[in-house]
Nanobody
Framework: QVQLVESGGGSVQAGGSLRLACAVF????????LGWFRQAPGKEREGVAAIDSFGTTNYADSVKGRFTISHDNAKNTLYLQMNSLKPEDTAMYYC??????????????????????WGQGTQVTVSS
């Protein structure tokens, strides 16, 4: 049974940094795409960043240059390093996994992308 468990959220002032982690249990990585998504109150969920088994990464324009996605195969853990945080980054952040190998990172943030497994979410709050 595949399970995703996020950690690392919290409250920070604008300009600060946080690193989110997503531990993946019950799966040995081969072909995959992993992503971070966020949803703010009253807003639709949006894709933030994705990485696939080829090492290709993709970022939303709003976070390019500030966020970095990475994956440690040995630890089965996905990370999102968030720097220069802004109040508009405030949201619940979710990690997600497509373990079929059919979602390339460059298509992972669009509305048609399918992720079969989701974490429970971790809150990020950025104050001005």
């Amino acid at each position: 049974q595949v399970q995703l468990v996020e950690s690392g959220g919290g409250s920070v002032q604008a300009g600060g940094s946080l690193r989110l982690a997503c531990a993946v249990f019950g799966y040995t990585f081969s072909m995959y795409c992993l992503g971070w998504f966020r949803q703010a109150p009253g807003k639709e969920r949006e894709g933030v960043a994705a990485i696939d088994s080829f090492g290709t990464t993709n970022y939303a324009d709003s976070v390019k240059g500030r966020f970095t996605i990475s994956h440690d195969n040995a630890k089965n853990t996905l990370y999102l390093q968030m720097n220069s945080l802004k109040p508009e980054d405030t949201a619940m952040y979710y990690c997600a996994a497509d373990l079929t190998g059919q979602t390339p990172a460059m298509k992972a943030l669009g509305p048609a992308a399918y992720f079969g497994y989701w974490g429970q979410g971790t809150q990020v709050t950025v104050s001005s």
